[in-house]
Nanobody, 121 residues
């Protein structure tokens, strides 16, 4: 399984970005998928997940601002981020696992991408 993130960058507070995660064929439809982020000096945290039935779960810190989605035909996972805040600054990673649930724990991820940096000023 290969996961490659893109779409990060620098944006002002209140702005928007869309992250993409290109996956190996059949990965998106086979695994539960999630977005994680890690700020300098902090632990990696799960922020959003989408399962095989496209059921989504969000952590409170991003709920209402971020939207996770996927396109099985394009083997791509997305994270639409609106109303970005400086505290959203982090390296963002996509991950694949069998199940993430409400915890969206890094220990549930089996495969990781290399990450894409998001900086909000």
């Amino acid at each position: 399984v290969q996961l490659v993130e893109s779409g990060g960058g620098s944006v002002q507070a209140g702005g928007s970005l869309t992250l993409s995660c290109a996956a190996s064929p059949y990965t998106i439809r086979t695994y539960a998928m999630a977005w994680f982020r890690q700020a300098p000096g902090k632990e990696r945290e799960g922020i959003a997940t989408i399962d095989g039935n496209a059921v989504t779960t969000y952590k409170a810190s991003v709920k209402g601002r971020f939207t996770i989605s996927k396109d099985n035909n394009k083997n791509t996972l997305y994270l639409q981020m609106n109303n970005l805040k400086p505290e959203d600054t982090a390296m963002y990673y996509c991950a694949a696992g069998y199940y993430f649930g409400l915890a969206i724990s890094p220990t549930q991820a089996h495969y990781w991408g290399q990450g894409t940096q998001v900086t909000v000023s």
